[in-house]
């Protein structure tokens, strides 16, 4: 069954301490895992795209890695303003729809 | 550049009765989704377009209605609301299917008493 399971739910952190949130899929044939990020009422905003085991990806604090069964997004020295849902999709070969993970709530603590 | 526009931004309805959610972007581009989120869930597709005039069903479509006559709007259409439909609506366009991410709109939560 294709699936998507994100870790932890919700995660707190103080100001500057780094920390990582994991994506786990399995589909059969991966063809690109997405990172969101959503704020409170809000609809997701793309953060990146990653299409082979071993990509990485840079914005600012944040870092997304991929292996073949896992994604990472790793967010170092976090401000507050990067509270928010984030949220991973997947899309698999010959699919025809994203499949989304729960997401994991950051709170940056000032 | 307005990108992915969805009203109205909130909605209660009673039971049965029915509405349309609008969606418009001006991006250009082909590929047009609607999603649902509910709580503990991921976003679920609901429909999907590939282009003006060509539709089909994600993965939860009951109780919805789309059509697609123009590349800018996709509007969802609740026939008969229901409890079960209480949720927050995401509209979503991107240039191609799959490959490429997706631009969502700011969402309409809907509460069907």
């Known amino acids: 069954e294709d699936q998507v399971t994100q870790s932890p739910e919700a995660l707190r952190l103080q100001e500057g301490e780094s920390s990582s949130l994991n994506c786990s899929y399995t589909v059969s044939g991966l063809r690109g895992l997405f990172w969101y990020r959503q704020d409170p009422g809000k609809g997701p905003e793309f953060l990146f795209t990653l299409y082979s085991a071993g990509e990485e990806k840079e914005k600012e604090r944040l870092k997304a890695t991929l292996t073949k069964k896992e994604s990472f997004l790793h967010i170092t020295a976090p401000k507050p303003e990067d509270s928010a849902t984030y949220l991973c999709?997947?899309?698999?070969?010959?699919?025809?729809?994203?499949?989304f993970g729960t997401g994991t709530s950051l709170t940056v603590i000032p | 550049n307005a990108g992915v526009t969805q009203t109205p931004k909130f909605q209660v309805l009673k039971t049965g009765q029915s509405m349309t959610l609008q969606c418009a972007q001006d991006?250009?581009?082909?590929?047009m989704s609607w999603y649902r989120q509910d709580p503990g869930m991921g976003l679920r597709l609901i429909h999907y377009?590939?282009?003006?005039?060509?539709?089909d069903q994600g993965e939860v479509p009951n109780g919805y209605n789309v059509s697609r006559s123009t590349t800018e709007d996709f509007p969802l259409r609740l026939l008969s609301a229901a409890p079960s439909q209480t949720s927050v609506y995401f509209c979503?366009?991107?240039?191609?299917?799959?490959?490429?991410?997706?631009?969502f709109g700011q969402g309409t939560r809907l509460t069907v008493v």
């Open positions: 999709a997947v899309w698999k070969e010959g699919g025809n729809q994203f499949y």
């Open positions: 377009s590939v282009g003006a005039g060509i539709t």
């Open positions: 979503a366009s991107s240039y191609s299917w799959g490959s490429t991410e997706a631009f």
């Open positions: 991006m250009n581009h082909e590929y």
